[in-house]
Nanobody, 122 residues
Framework: VQLQASGGGLVQAGGSLRLTCAVS????????MGWFRQAPGKEREFVAA????????SYSDSVKGRFTISRDHAKNTLFLQMDSLKPEDTAVYYCAASRGLDYSSVADFTSWGQGTLVTVSS
């Protein structure tokens, strides 16, 4: 199982970034997927998740309306479009795969990639 996140970088507040997670080694189209983040000195937190079909999505309150999660089954790729970025969005972002089609809690996400650093300057 491999999950390779990329697309992080330095951006000014109000800017946008698009994170990508390339997936291999398991049936991507039959797993729910998610994005999480960990800021310096803080616990890892949930950001967004998407069901196997892409029909259901969920977001943390802190990113709702600014971030959009999506997936491309043909390319085995997960995306996170981040708009209206704020300094408090600065963190290492991780993609993760659920153990099944859907998810009900963070504990359902059992496969993790390495992170990509997002830094938002004020």
């Amino acid at each position: 199982v491999q999950l390779q996140a990329s697309g992080g970088g330095l951006v000014q507040a109000g800017g946008s970034l698009r994170l990508t997670c390339a997936v291999s080694g398991f049936p991507f189209s039959s797993r729910a997927m998610g994005w999480f983040r960990q800021a310096p000195g803080k616990e890892r937190e949930f950001v967004a998740a998407i069901s196997w079909s892409g029909g259901d999505t969920s977001y943390s309150d802190s990113v709702k309306g600014r971030f959009t999660i999506s997936r491309d089954h043909a390319k085995n790729t997960l995306f996170l479009q981040m708009d209206s970025l704020k300094p408090e969005d600065t963190a290492v972002y991780y993609c993760a795969a659920s153990r099944g089609l859907d998810y009900s809690s963070v504990a359902d996400f059992t496969s993790w990639g390495q992170g990509t650093l997002v830094t938002v300057s004020s």
